[in-house]
């Protein structure tokens, strides 16, 4: 289960921008990916602190979810995995066998038709009600092995999202088949990954012949505006209030969904009367984390003004957080291999600008925070707020894009030049093997020196300045003027002496420029531009 959460997480990440680029309904406010990546980040947090149990993980699971859930999608899916948590919660219920998966996901499409106040065909609940059928029909052939179900749900979905321009017209119109079925569909495929190894077939990029959110759905020349509102927030109320809040909700706007279970509930509502909306909420319970949105999609978006500039940097040690906080960078520590949360980012942008109206650079400076930097970014679009990534995947690249920003120069040519300052940095690092592993450089065994090139194990030595000697030079063969070398834990002294003469032995013309970054695990990470 926990495999799957973060199997799911990781797929979503690499779709996300995929299916926001389909999301032209209920809204065309090309979001939903981003929410049901945000969505399924809280579902995973919570899981990894579950007890080690599938009841317990399973009921974190739909926790984490519900109260970390974003947008239409992002409810119905956290709903869906609450009915989950449900079956696996039973006692004696385990998943050696495709039994309880099929019923899990039989429970799970039950219960997003109940979240939803006017169910419409053609969306993520087609999508569930296939792929639940499919495995219920599966689980009862003589064979109901749990890969067989997986499979035969995942395979479903992807033929029940194929049809759903057939079943809404403005999926039709726009060339598109529904944003949050595609999210479903690939949650599906992570838990057939997981259990077998097999990776689903990649997608064409292109989803359809318009543009994506259609200009006919955006401009209004053919239909009437929705609701200005996008109203959400957590609610804590015993059931039997729910009934009433649904009607209130349903009479003042349309897309309602009200997911959870017992005392605490996940509200959506789009709406013109947002006040109304959140009263209905207190006459029901308690309301809290009330989200008030804008929706621009349906009503044009308000005009731009100047904005100053934030920049939020990831740092893997204190001696490199000091280096980014002097180039003017809100930094956020993280431990070298540590993926940070969105909510990290979100939260060190809101120290950098307390009136959140400034302009937005994220540099992730490691290679698996670079996906949940764009959530971030796109989160911050959604609050009409300009945000851009930098795709660093190395802290020495963040270094460099950092020494070529001007706060003063406009966004888009400030990114450009960060970009590429960072593009042209090529990344090393010398650390020492834990354990016997197979790397692209043969086989190492614990106290090994390792070089590592771009992201991949190219040298294995004995000698921390051998090993870092042999790395600056693979670096320095295409070229380059300026070698960094960042100290860090296990760097003893001379040694980064001790590759800076080699530098100026064997390469004259590049510059070599120290720095103590503190980092652990890496005693040298190393950069050339």
């Known amino acids: 289960m926990l495999r799957w959460c973060r199997a799911g997480l990781d797929a979503l990440a690499a779709a996300r921008e995929e299916i926001d680029a389909l999301n032209v309904y209920p809204v065309p406010d090309g979001d939903t990916g981003t929410n049901l990546y945000l969505t399924m980040e809280a579902a995973v947090q919570h899981a990894e602190a579950a007890a080690p149990d ?62 939803v106040a ?234 950098g600008d307390t009136g959140r109206t400034s302009d937005v650079v994220i540099l992730p400076n490691e290679r698996d925070a670079v996906p949940v930097a764009e959530a971030a970014a796109a989160e911050l679009r959604t609050h009409h707020r300009r945000a851009a990534v930098i795709p660093t995947v190395a802290q020495v690249q963040g270094l460099a894009a950092l020494a070529v920003h001007e706060p003063n120069r406009a966004f888009d040519a400030d990114v450009v030049a960060m970009t590429s300052a960072a593009g042209q940095t090529r990344h090393g690092a010398v650390t020492v093997a834990a354990k016997e592993a197979v790397t692209m450089a043969g086989v190492c065994k614990p106290g090994d020196v390792l070089g590592v090139v771009d992201g991949d194990f190219a040298v294995i030595g004995a000698d921390l300045l051998d090993v870092a000697i042999e790395v600056v030079a693979r670096m320095l063969a295409a070229g380059g003027e300026l070698v960094t070398v960042v100290t860090g834990d296990g760097a003893g002294p001379g040694l980064a002496d001790g590759v800076a003469r080699a530098v100026r032995r064997g390469h004259p013309e590049a510059d070599t420029v120290v720095y103590r970054g503190g980092q652990p695990r890496y005693p040298l990470l190393l950069g050339v531009e």
């Open 54 to 115: 599938l009841g317990s993980t399973a009921d974190a699971v739909a926790r984490g979810a519900l109260l970390g859930a974003r947008g239409n999608s992002g409810i119905i899916v956290a709903q869906m995995l609450r009915g989950v948590a449900d079956v696996l919660s039973r006692p004696g219920t385990t998943l050696a066998d495709g039994t309880a998966l099929a019923a899990a996901l039989g429970h799970a499409a039950d219960e997003a038709k109940r979240a």
């Open 118 to 351: 006017d169910p419409v065909e053609g969306t993520i609940l087609t999508v569930a009600q296939a792929a639940a059928d499919a495995a219920q029909q599966a689980a009862r052939n003589t064979i109901s092995t749990l890969p067989a179900v997986a499979l035969a749900a995942a395979a479903a979905a992807h033929e029940a999202l194929d049809r759903t321009p057939e079943q809404l017209d403005v999926l039709r119109r726009a060339g598109v088949v529904d944003a949050g079925g595609r999210g479903l569909t690939v949650l599906l495929d992570a838990f057939d990954t997981v259990l077998t190894g097999r990776r689903p077939l990649p997608r064409p990029r292109t989803v359809g012949a318009h543009t994506v959110p259609a200009p006919a759905l955006t401009s209004g020349d053919s239909e009437e505006p929705g609701p200005a509102y996008e109203v959400m927030y957590l609610l804590d109320a015993p059931q039997r209030n729910t009934a009433q809040l649904k009607e209130t909700l349903a009479n003042l706007g349309d897309s309602l969904v009200v997911s959870g279970a017992g005392q605490e509930w996940n509200v959506h509502v789009h709406t013109d009367d947002a006040g109304a909306a959140i009263e209905a909420g207190i006459a029901a319970g308690r309301p809290h984390r009330i989200s008030v949105t804008y929706l621009p999609a349906q009503h044009g978006s308000r005009p731009d003004t100047p904005h100053k500039r934030v920049i939020v940097a990831f740092a893997a040690g204190d001696g490199l957080a000091e280096l980014f906080a002097e180039a003017g960078a809100v930094v956020v520590a993280t431990a070298t291999g540590h993926r940070p949360s969105t909510g990290e980012m979100l939260a060190a942008v809101d120290r």
